[in-house]
């Protein structure tokens, strides 16, 4: 698509139950981010993909945190039985991630997907 | 880990005036993206700075990857209501297969 497309926009939730949050990223764009933006806060890394490579999941916050990327397109970001300090905007972005190419690793950002947690 | 500080957080000014926001690193980044962000949306990129020493421009913007690549500032001269918002740097080690380390965040208001 024409941008980074990410959904449900809004998600309330109860407190334990899981939820999924969907990224669908600029098509060619191999390279896929998902950030976490608590309120009136900076963007907090979680995971990134990258082509085939194994992801980088340093920024996962705990075990009920997960992501995976099928087909190196569609990104699903679950966190299991979340807790109130879950609530928050998740972000994602994609890049074009080609090495040597200027310009190519500029992270384009969905609108987010705001989590809140009852 | 790595880090990023932003200065100053918030900021009020009168409209028509200049803006000048820094970001700086105790770790030395190859990449220095500034990103602008309204509410309810996801940040935009305003401009790329690949090269130490390097300066870029955009319409009223200009932002510098500064020498020792540590840091990178970013001005916006005769500001405009539509101005307000967050700007967020975010620094990345190389310039391919590595996350960005975002700072904090400049919450910027313009006063008419």
């Known amino acids: 698509g024409a941008g980074v497309s990410q959904s449900p926009s809004n998600k309330v939730t109860e407190k334990g139950k899981d939820v999924e949050l969907r990224c669908d990223p600029i098509s060619g764009h191999t390279a896929l981010y998902w950030y976490r933006q608590s309120l009136g806060q900076g963007l907090e890394f979680l995971i990134y993909f990258q082509g085939n490579s194994a992801p980088d999941k340093s920024g996962l916050p705990s075990d009920r945190f997960s992501a995976e990327r099928t087909g190196g397109s569609v990104s699903t970001l679950t966190i299991q039985r979340t807790q109130q300090e879950d609530s928050a905007v998740y972000l994602c972005a994609s890049s074009l991630d080609v090495r040597g190419k200027r310009g190519a690793n500029v992270l384009t950002f969905g609108a987010g997907s705001r989590l809140t947690v009852l | 880990g790595q880090q990023l500080n932003q200065s100053p957080q918030s900021m009020f000014i009168q409209e028509g005036e200049d803006v000048s926001m820094n970001c700086t690193s105790s770790?030395?980044?190859?990449?220095w993206l500034w990103y602008k962000q309204d509410p309810g949306e996801g940040p935009v990129l305003l401009i790329a700075l690949y090269k130490a020493g390097e300066l870029t421009s955009n319409g009223r913007l200009t932002a510098q990857f500064g020498i020792t690549r540590k840091d990178s500032f970013l001005n916006i001269s005769a500001s405009i209501p539509s101005d307000v918002g967050i700007y967020f740097c975010?620094?990345?080690?190389?310039?391919?297969?590595?996350?960005?380390?975002f700072g904090p965040g400049t919450r910027l208001s313009v006063l008419p």
């Open positions: 975010a620094g990345q080690l190389g310039n391919y297969g590595q996350n960005f380390v």
């Open positions: 770790s030395i980044f190859n990449t």
